[in-house]
């Protein structure tokens, strides 16, 4: 029985098997239980190298029980030094990852399974096998106790024997190119990166994929990824490569990420081609200010330093978490789609130096249909191809597309480095028609608007909606990136007039930055009592003081605003916040709590799809407030159709995304008494 027989492959997969020969794996087989300790690349490496197709299963029974006895479980981690000390020479399967020490003129290696044990390595090992310098290598290390050498150092590296195909012929890889169609080399790479490419057919989805890849195929490549739980934001790389290195939550310090001070080693920016900080919402960043400030200098030039070190590195950041999902969109809840980052990320200035953001929300969740089992590259020849493919260049290729106008340098930067790195990806012999040269550009158009929205929604003073596209194009088709139909809201203030309901507006904050709004319901009573105010509700002092002087100021001017004087002096004021989501404080209420108040005393409904913001002074004049487009924009995704705003921040109006615009009216006054009279409906309301 052949391999062929027990594992049944289509016609494309027979196909690549005959055109690649010894550089493709059938994946099904990587997946055996007795290969699960080993990462992927290890696993194909071995099946490709050793397993026939006429006796695979004899092949793969020897793998198994070599890998049985020759991977160490680190729980057995005293017993293998224990056969190292009495026979003096022990034999196994690991990753070993070299290091120069040039003040004491030796190398010393790190293998795992022998703990904090150092280990001697020969200058004519590290020379056969450079990639332990480079990162590490998986293999089969034989080494030896001889205190007789050095009794502080007994342990030496003998031998070593890599898990690597060797270095690939590029030129080959390229030229294969041309003998599968585009669909079908699409085919090959979603296999030969871990995914069943029959559970991705479409070609967004694919390019989805093959975005993630990026990175790995151009250098200093920065992308953020965000998706539900499950649709393997970090399975593709993680298992694609040596040369990446995943970050899973827990904390980052710059010795690590950077440069060791005391040690003066060169962290893992200067030592892996792809960094990938998974579940980044639960990522810490140690000596904070420094390392943002740092990673925000390497993402821009590439070049990093702390101290008097500097260093110049290529490797791309992947920044992948979660984000709650309502359908196939990010939760509506959402003032941006970076709110699920850590407080240090959500930066403009770090944010603009992200090439793309992929939508994760859009990538199915991994089953195990997803998983490949017909044929595709080994893994370790591929990922080692595609970080060779990084010396290519197609930037004048992209650059030859016209695009819109107005796009700053990082625009075009952007959209440069992803569109050569899916040409690389799809196209790596650089044969693509126009078309599909258009299609790849506006992919990647579509990757760097979605960063350019979400700066819009953090700082819109500095950030203005634009379309970043090829002048071809007039909309991207992604959904998030449509002008959002504000859809109304539930509650009955958009559609029923309300004695004493009236929406406020409030701007929500982290550090004292600015990252979104929210609507305020205040609801507001009369009651019989003593003439006073009271407050309920979560609020904070500067709120509750707003609240007094609008009071007062409604009873100084209690006839200009039709309230009758028996009713002012036999009712207590009663003001509750209904609708908030956290504590906020400040006086930018003062307008909506006047507008609830007299609506409550005057009993005159306030009109439905309205809302306001702005402070008020004594004698009731209107004062600017902060936070005012976060806030119309909040309005508007409440459903409310009309904003009330200080008279002299009226220029705002230009900062307003254009779908904001149309869903809202906003009104500018300079006294609380024009706020009143366009808010509050003719006539007086029968008390309930």
């Not at 399975?235 to 490569?241: E, G, M």
């Not at 998974?278 to 400030?293: L, M, V």
């Not at 953001?357 to 998983?371: F, H, L, Q």
């Not at 004292?512 to 003439?531: F, H, K, T, Y």
């Amino acid at each position: 029985m052949s391999l062929f027989d027990d594992h049944p492959l289509t016609d494309l997969d027979r196909k690549t098997h005959d055109v690649l020969g010894d550089k493709v794996v059938v994946k099904s087989l990587a997946q055996q239980a007795a290969f699960q300790r080993l990462p992927r690349y290890v696993s194909e490496y071995l099946i490709a190298k050793y397993v026939k197709p006429e006796s695979w299963k004899d092949d793969l029974a020897k793998i198994q029980a070599k890998i049985a006895e020759l991977l160490p479980d680190l729980e057995h981690r005293e017993l293998l030094k224990e056969k190292l000390l009495g026979k003096g020479e022990v034999t196994l399967i690991d990753s070993v990852e070299a290091r120069v020490d040039l003040k004491s003129g030796q190398r010393w290696a790190r293998i795992p399974a022998l703990g904090d044990a150092k280990v001697r390595v020969p200058a004519a090992v590290v020379e056969l096998n450079p990639g332990l310098l480079l990162g590490g290598l998986w293999g089969t290390a034989k080494v030896k106790y001889a205190p007789e050498v050095s009794a502080d150092a007994p342990n030496e590296l003998v031998a070593f024997t890599p898990f690597q195909v060797g270095p690939p012929d590029v030129a080959e890889y390229r030229a294969a190119r041309a003998k599968f169609t585009t669909d079908e080399w699409a085919a090959v790479v979603l296999q030969s990166a871990g995914y069943a490419a029959t559970a991705f057919p479409d070609r967004r989805t694919r390019l989805l994929l093959f975005a993630r890849m990026v990175p790995l195929v151009e250098r200093n490549v920065n992308l953020i990824e965000l998706g539900p739980r499950q649709t393997g934001k970090t399975f593709l790389l993680r298992n694609l490569s040596p040369r990446v290195f995943t970050v899973s939550g827990g904390k980052t310090t710059p010795a690590n990420l950077f440069v060791n001070l005391a040690t003066r080693q060169v962290g893992i920016l200067g030592t892996r081609k792809v960094v990938v900080f998974d579940e980044i919402a639960s990522t810490s960043f140690g000596e904070e200010q420094e390392t943002i400030s740092t990673l925000k200098d390497y993402m821009e030039s590439g070049q990093f330093s702390r101290g008097s070190l500097n260093f110049a590195a290529d490797a791309g950041l992947v920044f992948a978490g979660n984000i709650d999902v309502d359908g196939t969109q990010p939760h509506p809840r959402y003032a941006h789609l970076v709110e699920p980052l850590p407080e240090e990320l959500i930066d403009s200035a770090l944010l603009d130096r992200m090439h793309g953001y992929i939508p994760g929300w859009e990538v199915p969740k991994i089953t195990p249909a997803s998983v490949a089992t017909g044929a595709g590259f080994v893994t370790d020849y591929f990922g080692e191809v595609l970080v060779r493919l990084r010396n290519d260049s197609f930037a004048d290729r992209v650059q030859a597309v016209p695009l819109h106008p107005g796009l700053t340098r990082r625009d075009q930067t952007a959209v440069e480095r992803i569109t050569s790195g899916l040409i690389k990806l799809m196209y790596p012999d650089g044969n693509l028609t126009d078309a599909e040269l258009l299609e790849l550009v506006e992919f990647a158009c579509e990757l760097r608007q979605r960063i350019h929205q979400q700066l819009c929604a953090l700082a819109p003073g500095e950030f203005k909606p634009r379309l970043i596209a090829p002048a071809a194009v007039s909309v991207h088709p992604a959904a998030d990136l449509q002008p959002r139909t504000v859809a109304p809201s539930q509650d009955r203030l958009n559609t029923e007039a309300t004695v004493g309901a009236v929406t406020g507006l409030a701007v929500l904050s982290r550090d004292g930055r600015e990252v979104g709004g929210d609507v305020m319901i205040i609801q507001v009573s009369a009651l019989n009592g003593s003439p006073t105010v009271e407050v309920t509700g979560l609020h904070g002092g500067s709120l509750r003081d707003s609240v007094r002087a609008v009071y007062n100021l409604v009873r100084a001017n209690f006839r200009e605003f039709g309230i009758p004087e028996q009713r002012l002096k036999s009712q207590t004021v009663a003001v509750h916040l209904v609708k908030i989501a956290e504590p906020k404080d400040g006086p930018s209420a003062g307008l909506a709590f006047a507008v609830g108040i007299v609506s409550a005393l005057a009993n005159r409904a306030v009109k439905p799809g309205w809302a306001f913001t702005g402070e008020v002074a004594l004698h009731g004049e209107v004062g600017p407030v902060g936070g005012l487009t976060h806030k119309i924009a909040a309005a508007a995704r409440a459903g409310r159709k009309h904003v009330v705003i200080p008279a002299s921040q009226a220029n705002t109006l230009t900062d307003l995304p254009p779908e904001v615009k149309a869903a809202i009216e906003v009104h500018a006054v300079a006294t609380a008494r024009e706020a009143i009279a366009l808010g509050l409906a003719d006539g007086s309301t029968p008390a309930s």
